[in-house]
């Protein structure tokens, strides 16, 4: 059944094409026929332009802004995690933080190309000098002589404006790239600060059973940023997650829940503002997955707020 | 989640959705072509952009196909989700960013419509509502003034051609119906619906070509 159809079959199934009604077996053979002829290709493209702008007649009704909010914040939420996901694909990710919260470093981008190649420049005509003509033929040869300089400046001009939109194009490139890494530093300075910063209160946490683990929490007050390893923990049961818990005098305020890595590392990061007098205790306990309101389990890890 | 940003080095953008239309024209300072190629090294600002660019005119096409407000979410989602994913196969010799996102588009839409269909195992033809439906209805105060002006053009032109041209352009663009089914639907012999097809599609792209040329 792959009898090849003429040109002019071709064409005149090209319309069908272009608005996606070609069945199966046909579409195929048109298909084939345009990707060796160069005229039908041009073709179908046209009449698809023509088809995509019958798009413009479906009467307008834009998403709802709130809803219209929403799926902009999902797809841009799946393609951050796409493009890092991306990234570690080539090898180029750090070690992932064994915290709930994604690591606070995000992995380099790979897929960030470096320089691209410029496009390759359109030789500029040369402007011959022209030569001076005699007697009634001057006139003339100068007026040639001009012609050729005006087409040979648009030609010159034509080629700038194409180096123009070539840089243009590399200059948006590299701002989004200049952008991406401002960014990561200020993410980096963010957390730095928030270890070491003058207002930063550290609260040592010791085991409260024969294993050891440790935690160490940095609670930056200025800025209610929160920042929590723990080493050594044992590995959570099947269903049950670790739950971080900032204690007041009258309650316990989840910071999160997470899970060990598999050297029973964890970093948990949170922001909540607290007033600097008011925490009286940090503890982890061990909870079903998902965390719960208010802590059920056996306390873990459990450090009072020093009074320094 | 990022945190706002205040730059965006994007071109700045007078059209959105709206821009005349530039046919295998996309040239560098295209602001679509510049925003599907920063998608292709993985910016997600990128497609922020191009959502919000073409959300009025992509929606108003998947909910026409769908009529359905939530499908028509999701729909929309799923297609802006592939043109990201896609972003690098993007060839802006072979057409516009408009016809890459419509086609998409209208085909997650046509996609949804018939996964639907399937599951009532209903395949008749009397979902296809009856033709010449266009609503020429505008927009509201929303839409911009130019892709107001963009589709009273496109309005006119398909209001020019003969009725069942305009027909057969209707049941396939709108409705996804072959060119078998639209002959089922219309008792017309094949044959004739292709050329319909064919002569619909030329005369609207005669119609808007004087758009063309007017592109920046």
């Given at each position: 059944m792959t009898i090849e159809m003429t040109h002019d079959e071709v064409r005149e199934a090209l319309g069908a094409e272009a608005l996606g009604a070609l069945d199966g077996g046909e579409r195929e053979r048109v298909l084939a026929h345009v990707a060796g002829c160069d005229a039908c290709r041009a073709e179908l493209d046209a009449l698809r332009e023509a088809a995509a702008l019958?798009?413009?007649?479906?009467?307008?009704r834009p998403l709802a802004p709130a809803r219209t909010a929403d799926v902009r914040s999902r797809l841009l939420a799946r393609a951050a995690a796409d493009g890092v996901s991306r990234a570690s694909q080539d090898d180029v990710?750090?070690?992932?933080?064994?915290?709930?919260?994604?690591?606070?470093f995000p992995p380099?981008?790979?897929?960030?190309?470096?320089?691209?190649?410029?496009p390759s420049r359109p030789d500029v005509t040369p402007i011959t000098s022209a030569r001076r003509g005699r007697g009634a033929m001057a006139g003339w040869l100068a007026a040639a002589a001009s012609l050729l300089l005006l087409i040979a400046a648009g030609v010159y001009a034509s080629g700038l404006r194409r180096q123009v939109d070539a840089l243009q194009a590399r200059a948006t490139q590299l701002e989004a790239e200049r952008t991406r890494l401002a960014d990561r530093v200020q993410q980096g300075e963010a957390t730095v600060a928030s270890l070491s910063g003058p207002a930063v209160k550290v609260i040592e946490m010791a085991a409260a059973r024969p294993a050891d683990p440790t935690g160490r929490m940095f609670w930056d007050t200025r800025t209610a940023r929160w920042t929590f390893f723990a080493h050594n923990l044992p590995a959570t049961r099947p269903g049950r997650e670790y739950q971080l818990w900032l204690v007041t005098a009258d309650r316990k305020i989840s910071a999160g829940t997470f899970r060990p890595g598999p050297r029973g590392s964890a970093v948990v990061q949170a922001e909540y503002e607290l007033p600097?007098?008011?925490?009286q205790a940090v503890a982890v306990t061990e909870e079903p997955?998902?965390?719960?309101?208010q802590p059920t389990g056996a306390i873990v890890l459990a450090g009072a707020m020093s009074t320094r | 989640m990022h945190p706002e940003r205040q730059l965006l080095p994007y071109p700045s953008v007078?059209?959105?959705?709206?821009?005349?239309?530039?046919p295998g024209s996309a040239?560098?300072?295209?602001p679509d072509l510049a925003l599907v190629r920063a998608m292709a090294a993985g910016d997600e600002r990128a497609l922020g952009l191009l959502y919000d660019r073409w959300q009025p005119l992509l929606h108003s096409l998947v909910f026409h196909v769908v009529g359905d407000a939530g499908d028509a979410e999701e729909v929309l989602e799923d297609a802006l989700w592939q043109a990201w994913r896609q972003a690098g196969t993007y060839d802006e010799s072979r057409g516009s960013v408009r016809t890459w996102l419509t086609t998409i588009a209208r085909s997650r839409a046509l996609d949804r419509v018939r996964v639907r269909r399937a599951a009532r195992q209903d395949v008749s033809l009397?979902?296809?509502?009856?033709?010449?439906?266009?609503?020429l209805a505008g927009g509201g105060p929303a839409e911009a003034a130019e892709a107001a002006d963009l589709r009273a053009r496109v309005e006119q032109a398909l209001a020019g051609l003969p009725p069942d041209q305009r027909e057969t352009v209707e049941l396939a663009y709108?409705?996804?119906?072959?060119q078998t089914e639209i002959a089922e639907a219309t008792g017309q012999p094949l044959g004739t619906v292709k050329t319909r097809a064919r002569l619909a599609l030329q005369k609207l792209r005669t119609a808007l070509s004087s758009l063309r040329e007017e592109a920046p």
């Open positions: 019958v798009a413009h007649v479906a009467p307008h990710t750090i070690e992932a933080a064994p915290a709930p919260i994604p690591a606070a380099p981008r790979a897929d960030a190309e470096p320089a691209r190649a410029a600097p007098g008011s925490l997955a998902g965390g719960q309101p | 007078s059209d959105p959705a709206s821009g005349r239309p530039r040239s560098a300072d295209d009397e979902d296809a509502p009856a033709s010449a439906e266009f609503v709108f409705r996804g119906l072959s």
